[in-house]
């Protein structure tokens, strides 16, 4: 940072823009006066949250009744980091982020700091992670497109930058490219080329919709947001007496002058870095974390780093693994049963064919994202279970 005044009293100016975003520190009873510092929780019902204050401890109190001001006076000196680094495929994945991002909110850090590098994912995923972010009022979240193997936030990774308070994006970095598409064995489809004009638009409108909500919820231009999403759809920016404005050309007026086409029709919107804080979805270009700690003066902050995301990955494969093993096990099995030479041999074959099944069972419920036939399953260890009772019944001898 330039030591000249003119850019500290900048850096002041957007370190107090960050932190007005952030919901509490300093609580002021609005009939009594009594004041207290501290940070609320995401525990509230029935209009009274939980709130951590250094002068009482966790107490209930009752929102509406105090002014909040926010200048983080009862906030930790910390920062947690979250990551986001891969494709957004996996529920347990989507559920280990949305239990991470809830359980940092309650710690009271100063913000949370999501880094994301993803090429996208599922929208009905992307949704729950959004929604886990937009709903999360007592902790900001900012949003850091670090870059790495897939280059910025692609597609549905565009959804939940939009979704944060901020976001600062390295300058290699993009964001953008969110249209609906659907994975087929030759690859990703055009979701309208797969179901039709008139359905794919009903999904799409509804994707772009979206997204542009998650963009004017935070200020940011909504109309560019659906740009990522549909690539017929054009915009502009243009000035008039009352500042800038991004618009479809055809509501361009003659008193407005054209400053930037920002989409053309036929492809869909991708931002650089640069272009992305040109045209206000992003806030600034920033090429490392310890830069961007700086900026919000949090340098001196602990960084907590929460990877629940990535162990959650881990534990999936770690569950696929001994799937396809015991898949493997129970093939053998089966073939052993039915070259078995004695009643005791199969038996213990059926036996153990029965155990390997239970555990397949239990490993599909534990682990949706094995994407296994459970009611095939459950049938298949039925038929063993009757084979095996029917194999231990005692036969009648013949006369």
């Known amino acids: 940072m330039k030591k000249s005044q003119v850019t500290i009293f900048a850096a002041f100016l957007a370190l107090f823009a960050f932190r007005s975003a952030c919901f509490a520190d300093t609580f002021t009873h609005r009939r009594t006066s009594e004041l207290l510092h501290g940070y609320a929780t995401s525990r509230a019902e029935a209009g ?24 983080r006076l009862g906030r930790n000196n910390k920062v947690i980091v979250l990551t986001l680094d891969n494709k957004i495929m996996l529920q347990i994945q989507t559920e280990a982020l949305i239990k991470a991002i809830t359980t940092a909110s ?34 900001h979240l900012a949003a850091f497109i670090k870059g790495g193997k897939y280059g910025g936030a692609m597609s549905a990774g565009a959804a939940v930058a ?9 300058d290699h970095t993009v964001i953008g ?3 609906l598409m659907v994975l087929s064995g030759t690859g990703p489809k055009d979701f309208k080329t797969t179901y039709g004009q008139e359905v794919g638009e009903k999904f799409s409108s509804a994707w772009r919709a979206y997204l542009a909500s998650l963009a004017e919820q935070n200020h940011r231009p909504g109309l560019l947001a659906g740009a990522m999403v549909d690539k017929d759809l054009e915009v502009i920016e243009v000035a008039d007496a009352d500042g800038t404005l991004f618009i ?11 400053v930037h086409t920002w989409s053309k029709k036929g492809s869909l919107l991708t931002l650089t870095a640069e272009e992305a804080v040109k045209c206000q979805i992003a ?21 907590v780093i929460d990877d629940s995301y990535q162990q959650a990955q ?49 490993l599909a419920k534990r682990y949706p994202d094995l994407q296994v036939n459970i009611p095939l399953l459950q049938q298949q260890l039925n038929t063993a279970e009757a084979l095996y009772k029917e194999a231990k019944m005692p036969r009648a001898l013949s006369p």
């Open 162 to 170: 939009l979704a944060c308070d901020k976001i600062y994006m390295a």
């Open 106 to 139: 309650d710690q009271g850090p100063l913000f949370i700091l999501l880094e994301i590098d993803t090429p996208g994912g599922r929208v009905d995923y992307t949704r729950r992670i959004c929604g886990a972010i937009t709903q999360t009022a007592n902790c």
């Open 48 to 71: 009274i949250t939980a709130v951590h204050t250094r002068e009482k401890g966790l107490i209930d109190l009752n929102l509406a009744d105090w002014r909040i001001t926010p200048d």
């Open 177 to 179: 490219a969110a249209a």
């Open 283 to 303: 806030d600034k270009v920033l090429n490392s974390r310890r830069k961007l700690l700086r900026h919000l003066n949090a340098q001196d902050a602990e960084i």
């Open 248 to 258: 479809d050309p055809i509501n361009k007026t003659p008193q407005q002058q054209l």
């Open 314 to 362: 881990k534990q999936f494969d770690r569950a696929k693994r001994r799937f396809n093993r015991l898949t493997k096990s129970l093939d053998l099995k089966i073939k052993q049963m039915k070259r078995a030479k004695t009643t005791h041999r199969a038996l213990k074959m059926l036996s153990e064919i029965r155990k390997e099944y239970k555990a397949l069972l239990t």
